[in-house]
């Protein structure tokens, strides 16, 4: 394989990379983690959960919910993401008011 072969094999893996949407990615990367590691982002999963629910319970606007999940590294649409694929279809969603 020569130079230009390899360049462009390269190329078209990034392409696909970028093809995949948000949560595909988030997928893949889901299945390489151990059940420990698993267990440990659902543990900090219902943590952040439980602190947006209490966060509405005291009244903090969408506005704020989104400033904390910011702090974090997350936007409210992500935290849904990573809900739906961390807890699967086979639990209930937790039902976080305005989300």
């Known amino acids: 394989m020569d130079e230009l072969d390899q360049i462009e094999q390269s190329l078209n893996q990034g392409n ?12 893949q990367e889901l299945s390489q983690i151990s059940p420990e590691e698993k267990q440990e982002a659902l ?9 947006v629910a209490q966060l509405e319970a005291n009244g903090a606007t969408e506005e704020e919910i989104a400033q904390f999940l910011a702090e974090i590294g997350l936007t409210i649409e992500e935290l849904e993401m990573v809900e739906k694929l961390l807890m699967g279809e086979s639990q209930p969603e937790m039902n976080m008011g305005m989300m």
Do not use: A, G, R, V
Request: charged share 15%; proline share 5%; glycine share 0%.
């Open 43 to 51: 543990q900090s999963l219902q943590e952040i959960i439980n602190i």
């Open 16 to 27: 696909q990379s970028m093809d995949m949407s948000p949560e595909n990615m988030l997928m």
